[in-house]
């Protein structure tokens, strides 16, 4: 891999828009600590929380088996199995 690829990925220089609120707050605090490092923790922990937001949205779903004898065993000749499920509105 080529090592300008990789430095690329390492950093990146951007320029944003901040909205007034978050300036303010970014500015308040970049007295306690660089701006750099302050705004990269700041994105991490929102980028986190979108993530855990996104993994609870997940749907899991559970297939429940029907007790009884099963409506078709073969599958494979599906003209067969339309017609035996819709009747004579398949033809």
Do not use: W
């Not at 690829?5 to 970049?30: G, N």
């Amino acid at each position: 891999m080529n090592s300008s690829i990789v430095m690329r990925y390492r950093c990146m220089r951007t320029t944003i828009t901040l909205e007034r609120d978050v300036a303010s707050r970014l500015e308040r605090l970049k007295k306690t600590r660089p701006f750099k490092e302050l705004v990269n923790d700041a994105l991490r922990t929102g980028l986190d929380e979108i993530e855990r937001h996104q993994q609870k949205r997940v749907r899991r779903y559970t297939v429940t088996p029907v007790k009884g004898e099963p409506l078709r065993t073969d599958l494979d000749n599906v003209a067969e199995v339309l017609a035996g499920l819709e009747g004579d509105a398949y033809k």
